[in-house]
């Protein structure tokens, strides 16, 4: 258990479907990370939160909405999706954006049908 | 921009076999580098970890990981896996100054033991 929790585990959605994945922590960090984790492709970075800003986007298509209202929430809201961003989503989060060690969550399996 | 290179990308050992799993990068300064593990089902977690210093570094579970500058490598051993240590193993790395926000991840390898 490192302190990092998403819900749901499992997200079965429609390309139709509106949904909210989240994140919680209750380390005390002031940074939160959404990656999304791909079969044979390397974890991509998509978004970073500092002190609930968002201080990086890594080009993530607009169909994926961050939202982080208070440190230790981070919600990722998902509409109109393609099967290709069906993936594992890994929340992380870290003292600080600068701080060279994350702790992360088990993750969302996302399919998209 | 850094890249992370994992050449295997699935590993089959016996138990007490030797591990060696290859990292490299491309980085044109100074870089943090990490390995982390994924259990079957867990998340994922940290090995270990280089800054500075020694570059022969001890992590959990009887790993370690030699930072080699001229080669741009940081390889992954274990003189001996045991079945437990089946999982995803990935290699990361971040800019020296520039935190977790400039995370690069490689692709990861697939270990399979095998008892």
């Known amino acids: 258990e490192t302190g990092v929790t998403q819900t749901p585990r499992h997200l079965v959605m429609g390309m139709t479907n509106k949904k909210s994945l989240k994140c919680e922590q209750h380390?005390?960090?002031?940074?939160m990370y959404w990656y999304k984790q791909s079969a044979k492709k390397p974890l991509e970075l998509m978004f970073v939160y500092s002190l609930e800003e968002r201080v990086e986007n890594n080009s993530v298509p607009s169909r994926f909405s961050p939202e982080c209202p208070n440190s230790s929430h981070l919600f990722l809201h998902l509409h109109t999706l393609q099967p290709e961003d069906s993936a594992l989503y890994l929340c992380?989060?870290?003292?600080?954006?600068?701080?060279?060690?994350?702790?992360f969550g088990q993750g969302t399996r996302l399919t998209v049908v | 921009a850094q890249s992370v290179s994992q050449h295997n990308h699935h590993v089959i050992l016996s138990e007490a076999a030797s591990l060696e799993l290859g990292c490299n990068y491309s980085?044109?300064?100074?870089?943090?580098l990490f390995w982390y593990v994924q259990y079957p089902g867990q998340h994922l977690q940290l090995l270990l970890k280089y800054f500075s210093g020694d570059p022969l570094v001890k992590g959990i579970k009887g790993f370690e990981a030699e930072f080699i500058k001229s080669k741009f490598s940081f390889n992954l051993r274990k003189p001996s896996v045991q079945w437990s240590d089946t999982a995803e193993y990935f290699c990361?790395?971040?800019?020296?100054?520039?935190?977790?926000?400039?995370?690069?991840f490689g692709t990861g390898t697939k270990l399979q033991v095998i008892p």
């Open positions: 980085y044109g300064g100074t870089v943090n």
């Open positions: 992380a989060s870290s003292q600080d954006q600068l701080e060279t060690e994350a702790f």
């Open positions: 380390l005390g960090h002031n940074a």
């Open positions: 990361a790395v971040t800019p020296h100054s520039g935190g977790y926000q400039k995370v690069t």
